[in-house]
């Protein structure tokens, strides 16, 4: 579902990010990626979500090649991507539920079709009850579920997530993690970019792919082979 | 209401102070275009009265033959231009004086000799009578040789249209400066409300909203802008008219379609002004 093949990004200002990065991921499947800050985990999801073309080889998501895409492609492919970040990125003059509908009303879903799916995507975050707060009326651990049900309000195929409990604490981190996980086990595979290594430990069994300046220097995929 | 509506007139709430500028902007603009609308159209409709009158009278010397003036007078009338020739003999001539001029008719009554020279009276036909179409009829005239004089008023049609001429540059040129500075003030009121909303616009790319719908609310913002900023100058101009036309001159207004040519102009403006700034801007987030 996802492949990159040989995949390089440099920077004009910052140089080479990615050095031929290869690795597939499947649908269903759940993955870590990992390493050091500024190893490439970011660089990695913005270019699966085509945020930015590779400037060597290639990405392909769901039938959609880096090298091909057209503008008003990407947009449709990123409605089959649900992207999680460390900052949650909410509107702050929004409610939960407003934040959910927002994604579907972009994309132009009814709005009899919006308020039933924000009903069940905050009640499958755990936020039923905290649907008319505001994103700063809400702990960080609430924000981040908030995050997570608009990430899913499209359904997506997979969920990227950019250190998702790297503004939480331990408690509340876990609850994401287990979030995350209930997600996958109804068939959405999940990336998931971190370097909290004790969330990786406490996960026996889950693939890791581990980068190093740029390049993939690890995956526990490849290793069991 | 679809969302590019709803925050399109949000965007008048939101910022007020500017959208009003960018209004006010496009209002003198289109005002200042209204103004010299009203006196091209009057300059106009003066110069359309005035030439359904245009007549171009040729005098014909008394030894002209009778054979060679009534074959000129059918070439004449053949003029593709010409509605119609008349032939003013020097009796008709005399008489016609003597019943115009009345305060002269002791001076008609006492002379032996009839001073008045025969003349053809060329009427022309609607549509050519334009400057241009008439000195080419009176040369064309002029050039018979039994011909002395050709007469068309010639000054003042020259100086009615120069009139129409200055006042139609000064409209695009004025108009043209006010809608420059308008389409930049729009462009500047665009640019804040693109960066005012940079976090909406950037989860509306992430949840994969497409370009155009991300770029509607802001044309519709300069759409709006424009068409409320000419309805503002087609009320200011109206009003002036008002004043105007009653006090110091009878004018004419304006013809609905140039109205609607006004309301078209801002609203574009508006939308076109958007639409570069646009652009450019979201490129930036």
Redo the contacts between chains.
């Keep these: 579902m996802i492949r990159l093949s040989h995949v390089c990004m440099e920077y004009p200002r910052t140089g080479l990010a990615l050095d031929d990065v290869t690795f597939m991921l499947k649908k269903g499947e759940f993955c870590f990626l990992t390493g050091h800050s500024g190893a490439g985990k970011s660089t990695v999801l913005r270019l699966i979500h085509m945020a930015e073309r590779p400037t060597g080889g290639e990405v392909r998501v769901s039938g959609y090649s880096s090298t091909r895409i057209r503008?008003?492609d990407v947009?449709?492919?990123?409605?089959k991507i649900g992207?999680i970040f460390q900052d949650f990125?909410l509107?702050?003059n929004r409610t939960a539920a407003e934040n959910v509908a927002?994604?579907l009303?972009?994309?132009?879903a009814r709005s009899n079709v919006i308020r039933s799916k924000v009903a069940r995507l905050l009640g499958h975050v755990g936020l039923a009850s905290k649907a008319e707060a505001l994103p700063g009326e809400l702990s960080g651990g609430e924000q981040q579920r908030v995050a997570v049900a608009?990430a899913l309000?499209?359904e997506p195929l997979v969920l990227l997530a950019d250190e998702p409990t790297g503004n939480l604490d331990e408690r509340a981190s876990w609850g994401i993690f287990e979030l995350f996980r209930g997600i996958n086990a109804s068939g959405t595979a999940v990336l998931l970019a971190t370097h909290d290594l004790d969330l990786v430990r406490k996960s026996p069994g889950v693939r890791l792919l581990e980068l190093d300046h740029g390049r993939l220097v690890y995956d526990s995929a490849a290793v069991a082979a | 209401m679809p969302y590019a509506l709803r925050e399109a007139l949000a965007a008048f709430r939101r910022s007020p102070a500017l959208t009003g500028l960018s209004c006010a902007m496009i209002a003198l603009s289109l005002f200042i275009v209204g103004l010299f609308g009203i006196v091209a159209y009057n300059i106009r409709r003066t110069i359309e009265r005035v030439e359904s009158r245009v007549e171009v009278v040729a005098y014909l010397r008394d030894d002209a033959s009778p054979n060679a003036v009534e074959l000129a007078q059918r070439e004449i009338a053949a003029f593709p231009e010409v509605q119609r020739v008349y032939y003013v003999s020097r009796d008709e001539a005399l008489e016609l004086a003597r019943r115009d001029l009345v305060e002269f008719r002791a001076v008609f009554d006492d002379l032996d000799v009839n001073p008045l020279p025969a003349s053809f009276e060329v009427r022309l036909r609607p549509g050519q009578r334009g400057a241009d179409a008439v000195k080419a009829v009176a040369r064309r005239i002029g050039s018979y040789p039994f011909v002395e004089d050709v007469r068309f008023g010639s000054e003042w049609l020259d100086k009615v249209f120069l009139l129409r001429r200055v006042a139609g540059a000064a409209t695009l040129l004025l108009g043209g400066a006010f809608a420059v500075v308008a389409a930049l003030i729009i462009a500047t009121a665009v640019r804040m409300a693109v960066f005012a909303r940079k976090d909406e616009i950037a989860v509306m790319r992430l949840v994969g909203a497409t370009e155009s719908f991300v770029r509607r609310p802001f044309l519709l913002e300069g759409l709006f802008t424009g068409l409320a900023g000419s309805i503002l100058a087609l009320v200011a101009t109206y009003g002036l008219f008002r004043v105007l036309s009653g006090a110091v001159v009878q004018l004419e207004w304006i013809p609905a379609t140039w109205l609607a040519l006004g309301l078209a102009v801002g609203a574009f403006l508006g939308f076109a002004a958007s639409a570069l700034a646009v652009r450019r801007h979201l490129r930036e987030i």
């Design positions: 503008e008003k947009a449709m492919l990123r409605r992207y990125r509107l702050a927002f994604a009303e972009v994309t132009g608009r309000a499209h």
